[in-house]
């Protein structure tokens, strides 16, 4: 179990040998993000972008001639490059920059040289919550529109992927809607439903799944004694499924400004991690992604 992103941090702080950050089309941003994630001993940045305009910005850092740099001429090429960077093995997972999600993306899943596999593509969000006792995973609020039972299978999938080699055994997920009861008015229940049958089946291995269950009983201890709801999942939830992108986006969103909650999260389902942080995004939310993303590549 991990508790916070300090036992993350220092983890990946223990590692003989450093995980490479490919960062796609570097801007100031992302320069600044992976230098400190260098420094703290997290990840090695390999910098593709404008090579006159990296080494202007790492001359204004006092990072001259410190970091591999790769020279392209426009964002197309830049997220090919990564990609074959990726596929040789020269970089362990990608960091966005300045590059549209979407033209990056494009060369992810290119069918002949992208980084596609049988997975489903997925983000996953890590929340540390300070009500809550460990982290917290929140999955899908930034790929899959309105995912259907199958969809919802496969990101449950991912995101168990991902823990286990977080080092988890079994871990515990809770999908998410308003009631704990099967009702076919709401959709939301009946695949839940469906979950944990299919897990309960075999279907689903390597974790406990609950549901239809809602928000505060899969996050609180004491909930789950007021309703006297009966769940190894509830108040010990690691994995939140959200019934779409709206309410998983929504849900992560809310703890991050609301409840003073610290995040990371990235894209799942290629043949490495894609890290597609909003250049507005702080950056601690950027370094704590990248050590993350060390850790699960491990």
Known sequence: MLRDFDEVIEKVKSFHEKKRCGVCMADQAAIEAVIEAEEMGLAMPVLIGHEDSIKEILKSLSRENKYEIIDVKSDSEGAEKVVELVREGKVDFILKGHIETAVLMKAVVDKEKGLRTDSLISHVAFEEIPTYHKLLAVTDG?????????????????????????????????????????????????????????????????????????????????????????????????????????????????????????????????????????????????????????????
């Open 142 to 298: 930034g790929m899959c529109l309105y995912p259907d039972i199958d969809q919802k299978q496969k990101i449950v999938e991912n995101a168990v992927d991902v823990f286990h080699k977080l080092g988890y055994e079994c871990p515990k997920v809770a999908c998410l809607s308003a009631v704990e009861k099967v009702n076919p008015k709401m959709p939301a229940t009946v695949d839940a439903g469906q979950l944990k049958i299919r897990n309960q089946n075999g279907e689903i291995k390597g974790c406990i799944v609950e549901g239809p269950i809602a928000f505060d009983l899969a996050y609180s201890k004491e909930a789950k004694e007021i309703k006297e709801y009966e769940s190894d999942v509830a108040g010990d939830a690691d994995i939140l499924l959200a019934p779409d992108i709206q309410s998983g986006n929504i849900l992560a969103k809310s703890l991050n400004l609301a409840a003073n909650a610290k995040m990371a999260g990235f894209v799942v389902g290629a043949k490495c991690l894609i890290l597609l942080i909003s250049r507005s995004a702080t950056a601690e939310e950027k370094y704590l992604s990248i050590a993350l993303a060390a850790l699960v590549n491990k």
